[in-house]
């Protein structure tokens, strides 16, 4: 047997006049809104939560994703499987509690689609959502991450992404949230991949460089020649004429 949703919101839902721990409570319109407001009941996220007081009282496994969005077996589109491999899943492997997990980035009763705007993951407002930990140094979580945000909104890319109908590099571009090199690599991006990224929109200097020695080599492998973030730097770009 299994609670139907409106079971859990009569306990779980926000109600006007009563007190209630918040980690506990759930908004309901946010959730009836949400991507999976009306696909989803909450037992289907919240597996171990019986409707027994005892095994409810119990319950601590954390939301498991993957379940339906893992790579193989999908529950869902291609378009919305992805891995958990990434710089975040290796340091979590590696013992770190302090590294996001999806609901960090996409939201938990919340979850919006990616081209949505107010999603979280929506292109528009990814740096806010990575500048959580990286533009802010005053939690546990943002203590042990690099402060890089910082640093990108001086850059050209963060200037120009900050004028209404720009569209620029932003963080996810270079960053690649659900990426298996990111996790296998001793850094969040591999040298030999930063040309092809950078090339994306900078098409036409990507095709030049690769025609030059430094581009043929870091293609055969040699990562001591420079690329394109050895002469522009990272997160600090800025435009040649600065």
């Not at 705007?117 to 005053?138: F, L, M, Q, Y």
């Not at 990224?197 to 990562?223: A, Q, V």
């Amino acid at each position: 047997m299994r609670f139907a949703s409106a079971d859990c919101l009569f306990c779980h839902g926000v109600r006007p006049g009563v007190e209630a721990d918040p980690k506990v409570l759930v908004d309901e319109t946010e959730l009836e809104q949400s991507v999976h407001g009306d696909k989803l009941q909450c037992h289907d996220c919240h597996v171990d939560v019986g409707v027994d007081l005892q095994s409810h009282k119990a319950a601590r496994k954390p939301v498991d994703c993957s379940r339906c969005h893992g790579p193989s077996p999908s529950m869902v589109p291609a378009e919305y499987r992805g891995r958990a491999d990434s710089i975040h899943q290796r340091s979590r492997e590696e013992g770190s509690g302090q590294v996001p997990t999806c609901r960090y980035c996409h939201g938990a009763h919340d979850v919006q689609r990616p081209n949505a705007a107010h999603s979280r993951v929506n292109r528009g407002n990814i740096r806010k959502t990575c500048g959580a930990c990286h533009a802010h140094s005053d939690t546990p979580r943002s203590k042990a991450a690099p402060q890089m945000a910082l640093n990108f909104d001086r850059s050209i890319h963060g200037r120009a992404e900050s004028e209404p109908g720009v569209v620029a590099a932003t963080c996810t571009d270079s960053h690649l949230p659900h990426h298996p090199s990111a996790r296998a690599s001793t850094h969040p991006i591999r040298k030999q991949d930063i040309p092809g990224l950078c090339g994306k929109c900078h098409k036409e200097i990507y095709e030049g460089y690769r025609n030059t020695i430094h581009g043929r080599d870091l293609g055969r492998g040699n990562l001591d020649v420079p690329a394109c973030q050895d002469c522009h730097g990272e997160h600090t770009i800025q435009a040649p004429s600065d």
